[in-house]
T-cell receptor
């Protein structure tokens, strides 16, 4: 079955540091890939997505590139801020699976001033 | 504010109680979802409704009973829960054929 694996957190960084959160997936066919973010006390929000190989999703300074050869979708940001502290979820959607997302376990990011 | 609201935000209930969680979406979507978010476990999809018909039930115990009276409202009826059911319950919605899901803020449930 489908699965998504993320690096375990928490990830603790100083403000303006470079961020990478690793995500790899297992799925048949060509899934769409997503990063969702959950700020404290809130539900999940879509951060970015990519629907085919070599696509790059980007939003709010975050980027992720759909790498089919390595089945990866790593999240990066060049300079994190304290306000980026949240839990980040990688997810996939198989084209023939309706709207049912498969989520990774989530990675908590803590950014210190 | 994502357009998906959930009430109550916090709920404490005993194992013999019956309670209901409510979700409402104001986005004109016609698919709705219940997820369970427990500490140190991946987000678990519990139920999916599309056009008010249930299309997925991931082997959820019968003490959880969903209801979708129309495309804007989704309920999760709870009875005789166990302490391990304590979790954050998230509701989401999406447009038919769309790939983005919009989440509510969740209900933090504690079973004592």
């Amino acid at each position: 079955g489908d699965s998504v694996t993320q690096m375990e957190g928490p990830v603790t960084l100083s403000e303006e540091a470079f961020l990478t959160i690793n995500c790899t997936y297992t799925a048949t066919g060509y899934p769409s890939l997503f990063w969702y973010v959950q700020y404290p006390g809130e539900g999940l929000q879509l951060l970015l997505k990519a629907t085919k190989a070599d696509d790059k999703g980007s939003n709010k300074g975050f980027e992720a590139t759909y790498r089919k050869e390595t089945t990866s979708f790593h999240l990066e940001k060049g300079s994190v801020q304290v306000s980026d502290s949240a839990v980040y979820f990688c997810a996939l959607l198989r084209n023939n699976a309706g709207n049912m997302l498969t989520f990774g376990g989530g990675t908590r990011l803590m950014v210190k001033p | 504010e994502t357009g998906v609201t959930q009430t109550p935000r916090h709920l404490v209930m005993g194992m013999t109680n019956k309670k209901s969680l409510k979700c409402e979406q104001h986005l004109g979507h016609n698919a709705m979802y219940w997820y369970k978010q427990s500490a140190k476990k991946p987000l678990e999809l519990m139920f999916v409704y599309s056009l008010e018909e249930r299309v997925e039930n991931n082997s959820v115990p019968s003490r959880f009973s969903p209801e979708c009276p129309n495309s804007s409202h989704l309920f999760l009826h709870l009875h005789t829960l166990q302490p391990e059911d304590s979790a954050l319950y998230l509701c989401a919605s999406s447009p038919q054929g769309g790939d983005e899901q919009y989440f509510g803020p969740g209900t933090r449930l504690t079973v004592t």
